[in-house]
């Protein structure tokens, strides 16, 4: 079902009205249609809120100790290591094991990686190195986990349903990251870090709760055995397809050049410290608009044009927020840039969970994760390296224009990437699916 308001006395523009709000809003279907979602999403919704403190926490602890922006860069680093590694493993293990089984170990491995930077936390004298460590540990757990996730939704909830299926996922995102960063930065800044890990480790209830919940979902008969050939062929078919290859490398062009969010702490210097949770949220808050208004997205079927287009207003709106001089003016164009960018996460998500066949799909998750993680990780130690070098407002700029130059560049050698129709893909899955299922 739709989200829409009905007015009781409909005057000549109300059915145009209702329409237009059923076009629009977001679209509640996939809660109704499967328990198993909607438990997994009411978990991650709440734990999510506290990871997103930990998330603006370790890097505001890393500045902290070492005043270098430098070594913040350096933490996406440390997460960038292990989610390479443990991604292949992650997907391979999706395809082949019980995926309910993978999502409660991996979940009980980030609880454990964040009651470490509690206890390093607590320490007199805390370590840099434990934050790193405890970062990397979170990271190789997410990569097992991602493929597991992705393949069991798209087990449980149907093909033409994907694109609600990102709109409600990317509304979780912003529910917890518009309030958390903001009131991580106060706990932080005005009391301590501790605080915001001991409620992070709190929530983590909840996820532990639904994946403990959940049903099993078992691996088709023919499953491949986890291998490095299973994981060629994986390899293989996504680059063989370039409407995948053009999800991949899009979006890192877009986030490697354009993502700032290794500058927040030197930005909460020039603005304010109270301010260093307000950057993330306000990527957030245009997330959760551009979620909330996306029931037309159901209705467009040229998925990686509208990738394309939403990857090059994302670079345009971070152009604007380095030119900002002012708080409100940046956080309106970070507002901006979050919502261009859940749009191109919205169509992304949908061609991958369309046309993806499900033998495939949690290697085929891996390597989706680490497109869409590469682009930040490796992006944000750019961008303090530039800034410690040119300074802060140069180095956002200049990412947000390299960002076009790039997103329009790869565009221009993806012809099948820009004309891809998702009616066609749905199609080809079908088809790749039935041909699997003779074989078995």
């Not at 050049?257 to 993330?280: E, K, N, R, T």
Request: proline share 5%; with cysteine; hydrophobic share 55%.
């Amino acid at each position: 079902m739709e989200v829409s308001i009905a007015y009781q006395n409909e005057d000549e523009n109300g059915y145009g009205n209702l329409f237009l709000q059923r076009l629009m809003l977001i679209d509640l279907s996939p809660l109704k249609a499967s328990r198993d979602y909607r438990l997994l999403f009411t978990g991650q919704l709440v734990s999510f809120f506290g990871t997103m403190m930990t998330f603006i926490v370790v890097p505001w602890q890393m500045y902290q100790l070492t005043h270098s922006s430098a070594m913040v860069g350096s933490i996406y680093l440390a997460e960038f290591v292990p989610m390479v590694i443990l991604a292949f493993v992650g997907g391979a293990m999706a395809d082949f094991l019980d995926k309910r089984r993978l999502l409660r170990l991996t979940e009980i491995g980030q609880t454990t990686a964040t009651v470490v930077l509690l206890v390093n936390s607590l320490l007199p004298d805390p370590q840099v190195w434990i934050l790193f460590l405890a970062v990397a540990v979170h990271a190789g757990f997410a990569a097992v986990q991602r493929p597991a996730f992705e393949s069991f939704i798209q087990k449980v909830i149907p093909a033409e349903m994907m694109s609600a299926v990102m709109a409600l996922n990317s509304i979780r995102y912003s529910v917890g990251a518009i309030v958390s960063p903001a009131v991580a930065g106060i706990i932080a800044t005005q009391f301590s870090a501790s605080i915001a890990y001991a409620f992070d480790l709190v929530t983590f209830t909840a996820s532990l709760w639904a994946v403990f919940l959940i049903r099993a979902v078992p691996p088709p008969e023919n499953a491949e055995k986890p291998s490095f050939q299973s994981i060629k062929r994986a390899w293989k078919y996504a680059f063989g397809r370039q409407e995948l290859v053009g999800t991949y490398f899009i979006d890192i062009a877009a986030m490697f050049f354009a993502m700032p969010q290794a500058l927040y702490p030197a930005l909460a210097v020039v603005y304010g410290p109270q301010y260093v949770g307000f950057f993330p949220a306000s990527i957030a808050a245009g997330a959760l608009v551009a979620g909330l208004t996306s029931g037309w997205t159901k209705k467009i079927n040229r998925h990686g044009l509208m990738v394309t287009i939403a990857a090059v207003l994302w670079g345009v709106a971070i152009i604007f927020f380095g030119l900002a001089d002012s708080i409100v003016p940046a956080l309106l164009f970070l507002g901006a840039a979050g919502f261009f960018d859940m749009i191109s996460g919205i169509f992304r998500g949908s061609i991958w969970n369309q046309t993806i066949p499900n033998y495939l799909r949690g290697r085929l998750a891996s390597i989706e994760m680490m497109s869409y993680l590469t682009g930040p990780m490796l992006g944000s130690a750019k961008m303090g390296i530039v800034a410690e070098s040119f300074g802060v407002k140069t180095a956002i700029v200049s990412g947000g224009v390299m960002c076009i130059a790039a997103v329009l560049g790869s565009a221009m050698f993806l012809p099948k990437f820009i004309g891809y129709d998702g009616r066609e893909g749905r199609r080809q899955r079908e088809a790749e699916e039935a041909e699997r299922a003779e074989m078995a």
